[in-house]
Structures are given as structure tokens and as C-alpha cells.
T-cell receptor
Framework: KAGVTQTPRYLIKTRGQQVTLSCSPISGHRSVSWYQQTPGQGLQFLFEYFSETQRNKGNFPGRFSGRQFSNSRSEMNVSTLELGDSALYLC?????????????FGPGTRLTVL | AQSVAQPEDQVNVAEGNPLTVKCTYSVSGNPYLFWYVQYPNRGLQFLLKYITGDNLVKGSYGFEAEFNKSQTSFHLKKPSALVSDSALYFCAGAERGAGSYQLTFGKGTKLSVIP
């Protein structure tokens, strides 16, 4: 089975621009979660989607948004980019069987904001 | 709220020696705990998880973890370290959010296996 894929792998943007990142989950997985990884804050939960609905959201400003399509693919968008948004953005998918469910991660998108 | 702590930023071990990467947790209710590994410029790879049952959990690549309820710990172990085990290791707990579960991660521990 193919793993979680994320595109693009690398992005360079300037402050004030917006960016869209894409995630394709493992086939059959309907839950997609997004995480931000930075050296200072570590791994932080952004949001989670299931059946095209956002079910859970972390403590991030409204500039961070996402959506999920009917085929479970997900996108996240960051508007009005700030220098502090430079990070590795990780997507994870799961079967959604509750707390014990394993989340499988993609390789991430490295975003650099200049 | 749940929290997961990894008290060591870095662990150094000689190749062939046993390794331990520490993790402690604080949760209300039953803990669901995970270990992931991250190699440079890669995503997180799942190693193992504790749900319930046996306190010794076996996972991928020869890793295992010991769950200790009284010490609220979930330490990752391997009997004989390989140079290829050098990576960043994360402990995580599943926490109930508004409508689903999310992972709360420790800060990570960098493991260096010295040849």
C-alpha cells in the first residue's frame, strides 16, 4: 500500500503571500491530521478532518485553514505568511478507530518564508 | 490536559550497547502512548504503541517499550543499538480534542549511536 504523500516537498515564499499544501492519505484512511514542526515549538497539532468536516482544531490563528475532499485528500492553506510560519508541515492519516488508532505520517512539506 | 515529557534532549550510546529513550506522561484516564522515529528530512515513522494489556510492547526494527503505570513512564528500549538507529525519537499520547483524538508530542530525543 502506498504511504501518505505530500506535495510539494519544499516551498519558498515571501512574507504576505499565501500557500497551499496538499496531502493524499493512505488508501482507505478517512481521517487526515496536520501538524507543524519547528525547532522551538516542536510538533504541534493544527487540525483534523474526517469526511470533509473539520472535527478538531489546535491553537493556531485563523490564517491557517484546511479542507478535505470527498476522496479524503486534504489541503491546508496559510494566508498572509509570516517569518514564523517557516516549518515542516506534516500530514498524517488514520482509519479513525479512536484513541488507539495509529496515525501514519507523510514526508512533510518544508516551508521557508523569507 | 495531557502532557508528554522526554527529559533528555540527547542520548549517546555505543554501537552494540542497549539503549533507552525516556518518556513520562500525565493523563486523566487510560493512556494511549506511541513512539515515532524521524530521520533527517523525513516524516515520522511509527514504531509501536501501548493501548492496554502487556506492559512490554514490541515494535518495529527490534524496538520495545515498557509501560509503567506507577511511574507514569513509557521508555523506549533496544537490546543492541545500531548506528542506523541514530535519529530523532518522539513519544506521543493520544488526547481527546473537540471531536476526535490528536497526538500530543514530547519535545523529542536525539539518539546518537557511536560506532
Amino acid at each position: 500500500k502506498a504511504g501518505v504523500t505530500q506535495t510539494p516537498r519544499y516551498l519558498i515564499k515571501t512574507r504576505g503571500q499565501q500557500v497551499t499544501l496538499s496531502c493524499s492519505p493512505i488508501s482507505g484512511h478517512r481521517s487526515v491530521s496536520w501538524y507543524q514542526q519547528t525547532p522551538g515549538q516542536g510538533l504541534q497539532f493544527l487540525f483534523e478532518y474526517f469526511s470533509e468536516t473539520q472535527r478538531n482544531k489546535g491553537n493556531f490563528p485563523g490564517r491557517f485553514s484546511g479542507r478535505q475532499f470527498s476522496n479524503s485528500r486534504s489541503e491546508m492553506n496559510v494566508s498572509t505568511l509570516e517569518l514564523g510560519d517557516s516549518a515542516l508541515y506534516l500530514c498524517a492519516s488514520s482509519l479513525d478507530r479512536g484513541a488507539a488508532d495509529t496515525q501514519y505520517f507523510g514526508p512533510g512539506t518544508r516551508l521557508t518564508v523569507l | 490536559a495531557q502532557s508528554v515529557a522526554q527529559p533528555e534532549d540527547q542520548v549517546n550510546v555505543a554501537e552494540g550497547n542497549p539503549l533507552t529513550v525516556k518518556c513520562t506522561y500525565s493523563v486523566s484516564g487510560n493512556p494511549y502512548l506511541f513512539w515515532y522515529v524521524q530521520y533527517p528530512n523525513r516524516g515520522l515513522q511509527f514504531l509501536l504503541k501501548y493501548i492496554t494489556g502487556d506492559n512490554l510492547v514490541k515494535g518495529s526494527y527490534g524496538f520495545e517499550a515498557e509501560f509503567n503505570k506507577s511511574q507514569t513512564s513509557f521508555h523506549l528500549k533496544k537490546p543492541s543499538a545500531l548506528v542506523s538507529d541514530s535519529a530523532l525519537y518522539f513519544c506521543a499520547g493520544a488526547e481527546r480534542g473537540a471531536g476526535s483524538y490528536q497526538l500530543t508530542f514530547g519535545k523529542g530525543t536525539k539518539l546518537s549511536v557511536i560506532p
